[in-house]
């Protein structure tokens, strides 16, 4: 297993490239294959490293996976991709934007975005792409002391993990009863994850 993070606050395209860059150096090794996992915004970029757009062909067959990854797009930055609200803001909106999205990363995340919109072709060395959709509406992350739910996992619903720009052969597409978080955190949901990886 090797773990790629990307900085926070950065450009997911710019991610995208650096996550292609270690693919080529792994695919020098004349793997069997290799699956790249990509959870919540970590998937576009994921998708993105495998695009015929990011570089040459790759010789080693790979799997990708994403979990819990807005395909189309992260609806409450709609507004940051409206360049005349940035325009008549006088960027007091790409500001806001920046901000709420802890860096620059806004710019590849609205649905009118361009890593949403033309996510690029897959390249013919992707075997298989399995994308998980996490139902997180009504799943807690923390309960208080009382019981109650203290922080609620919800962090893009089913319509935001569409995959209609994305659209290719070789996508599977499941649901999985689970938080944002939890998906890849708690057992029984990583569980779920596993036998549809095998």
Request: hydrophobic share 45%; aromatic share 6%; with cysteine.
């Amino acid at each position: 297993v090797a773990c790629y993070r990307w900085r926070e606050g950065g450009r997911l395209t710019y991610a995208a490239t650096d996550l292609r860059a270690a693919l080529e150096a792994l695919d020098t090794l004349e793997l069997p294959r290799i699956r790249v996992l990509g959870h919540s915004l970590g998937g576009l970029a994921a998708r993105r490293s495998l695009t015929v757009e990011e570089g040459p062909a790759l010789a080693t067959p790979m799997a990708l996976v994403t979990i819990a990854t807005p395909f189309a797009g992260v609806s409450s930055a709609r507004t940051c991709g409206l360049v005349w609200a940035r325009v008549l803001s006088l960027g007091a909106v790409g500001s806001i934007c920046r901000r709420l999205a802890r860096g620059a990363k806004w710019r590849d995340i609205h649905p009118s975005a361009s890593l949403i919109r033309a996510p690029g072709e897959l390249g013919p060395w992707v075997v298989r792409h399995l994308h998980l959709v996490t139902e997180e509406e009504g799943h807690c992350r923390r309960r208080a002391p009382d019981g109650r739910c203290a922080k609620f996992d919800r962090v893009f619903d089913v319509d935001e993990q569409a995959t209609e720009w994305v659209s290719d052969r070789r996508i599977e597409r499941h649901v999985v009863d689970a938080g944002h978080g939890a998906v890849v955190m708690d057992a029984e949901p990583v569980r779920r994850v596993v036998e549809l990886l095998a």
